[in-house]
């Protein structure tokens, strides 16, 4: 079975700052990972996604992570946050493979971004 | 396109009232399957369908029923609604299983309470 924890549930931060959103996850076998992010009132949306290859991944809205397998972390981070980004994040992963049904999701860090 | 839609966006039942939530994709996705949202838990997974007429058991399945009639729809039912079923509810598609590291397209979310 596969877990995530979000180590922050909640990150106020000033406007124009930057930001680092921590995830940690536990799995016994290969995993994809994920961050997606929902804004008040709607859906989730995908951030960003690490599947092979380079460890820093770049989304969407200038965010970016870096998969480390030794430490098994995916933390978000963002150079100067924006009003905009003030929303709910949350890491996701699911072990590789055609058989994998389930995306196991971490409890959330919600972004506040000050003025 | 629609994307992923859901209906109704808010609904209110009194326990043992039973209703049904529906969703549907306009993106010809195989993969669909509903999730629920509580505050500081992040989504679990109560069902999901890889495809029409195949469903399966998710990790909070009790209390729920689905079927998949069409490549489009992917209804939830809830039998006899209890209080520990309020909660926001999210319908999410991929083209293929999250294994393969698929983008899942999630819906605005139904936000259910039960009296």
């Known amino acids: 079975a596969q877990s995530v924890t979000q180590l922050d549930s909640q990150v106020p931060v000033f406007e124009e700052a930057p930001v680092e959103l921590r995830c940690n996850y536990s799995?016994?076998?290969?995993?994809?990972l994920f961050w997606y992010v929902q804004y008040p009132n709607q859906g989730l949306q995908l951030l960003l996604k690490y599947l092979s290859g380079s460890t820093l991944v770049k989304g969407i809205n200038g965010f970016e992570a870096e998969f480390n397998k030794s430490q098994t972390s995916f933390h978000l981070r963002k150079p100067s946050v924006h009003i905009s980004d003030t929303a709910e994040y949350f890491c996701a992963v699911i072990p590789n493979g055609a058989g994998s049904y389930q995306l196991t999701f971490g409890k959330g860090t919600k972004l506040s971004v000050i003025p | 396109n629609a994307g992923v839609t859901q209906t109704p966006k808010f609904q209110v039942l009194k326990t043992g009232q039973s209703m049904t939530l529906q969703c549907a994709q306009d993106?010809?996705?195989?993969?669909m399957s509903w999730y629920r949202q509580d505050p500081g838990m992040g989504l679990r997974l109560i069902h999901y369908?890889?495809?029409?007429?195949i469903t399966d058991q998710g990790e909070v399945p009790n209390g729920y029923n689905v079927s998949r009639s069409t490549t489009e729809d992917f209804p939830l039912r809830l039998l006899s609604a209890a209080p520990s079923q309020t909660s926001v509810y999210f319908c999410?598609?991929?083209?293929?299983?999250w294994g393969k590291g698929t983008e899942a397209f999630f819906g605005q979310g139904t936000r259910l309470t039960v009296v």
């Open positions: 999410a598609s991929s083209y293929s299983n």
């Open positions: 369908s890889v495809g029409a007429g």
């Open positions: 993106m010809n996705h195989e993969y």
């Open positions: 799995s016994s076998v290969s995993v994809y």
